[in-house]
């Protein structure tokens, strides 16, 4: 059964640093991952997708990389502000019925 | 597009009751998903459709619960009764089909059993 973890589970920086966002997964028989975003009381927003074939996509301050063969991804962030103070949730794509799992999320704060 | 449309946004009953959340997906998708998500266990897949038929349902927590996609711009998914552990957001996202596809979630029904 694929389980996805994302440590720690909060995290706060200062405005303008750059950050990673860790992700890891038990089954590296992936589809693909993807990296969402929740801001309170709200739904997910998908911030990139990565394909299996893949190593990394981006989508202006944000990488994300794909690791298959270790079960990682990270999303970095460039350049933090707080306007990206939000969830992170990062969800794998797995088997036959195609389901996404996703961690629990990290929830980010940057302060002014 | 409008994007994922679900209805109530907010949904106060008393136990025992039912209750029946709605989603529209985005036109043109084939796949539509309900999750729920609380704090202790995060977001979980309840059941998914592709063309309007049921997949798999082996994340519906109890015969209590139960779903439905009569077309393929409409699915309700229905609590019948409503438990206070029922309480959580409950999510629809759909794709433009099963398989590595981006998943687009709507805003979700906060579902609160008292």
């Known amino acids: 059964k694929q389980e996805v973890t994302q440590i720690p589970a909060a995290l706060s920086v200062p405005e303008g640093e750059n950050l990673v966002l860790n992700c890891s997964f038990t089954d590296s028989a992936i589809y693909n991952l993807q990296w969402f975003r929740q801001d309170p009381g709200k739904g997910l927003t998908s911030l990139l997708l990565?394909?299996?074939?893949?190593r990394e996509q981006t989508s202006g301050r944000l990488n994300a990389s794909l690791d298959k063969s270790s079960g990682r991804s990270t999303l970095y962030i460039a350049a933090s502000q707080p306007g990206d103070s939000a969830t992170y949730l990062c969800a794998v794509y797995t088997g036959a019925n195609s389901k996404l799992t996703f961690g629990k999320g990290i929830t980010l704060s940057v302060r002014p | 597009d409008a994007g994922v449309i679900q209805s109530p946004r907010h949904e106060v009953t008393e136990m025992g009751q039912e209750v029946t959340l709605r989603c529209k997906p985005i036109?043109?998708?084939?796949?539509l998903f309900w999750y729920r998500q609380t704090m202790m266990r995060g977001l979980e897949l309840l059941i998914y459709?592709?063309?309007?038929?049921?997949?798999?349902d082996s994340g519906m927590p109890e015969d209590r619960f139960s779903a439905k996609m009569p077309n393929a711009s409409f699915s309700t998914l229905k609590i019948q009764p409503s438990e206070p552990r029922d309480s959580a957001v409950y999510f629809c996202a759909s794709s433009l089909t099963t398989g590595s596809y981006e998943q687009y979630f709507g805003p979700g029904t906060r579902l609160t059993v008292t």
């Open positions: 459709f592709n063309n309007n038929v049921p997949i798999d």
């Open positions: 036109s043109g998708h084939n796949s």
């Open positions: 990565i394909q299996s074939s893949q």
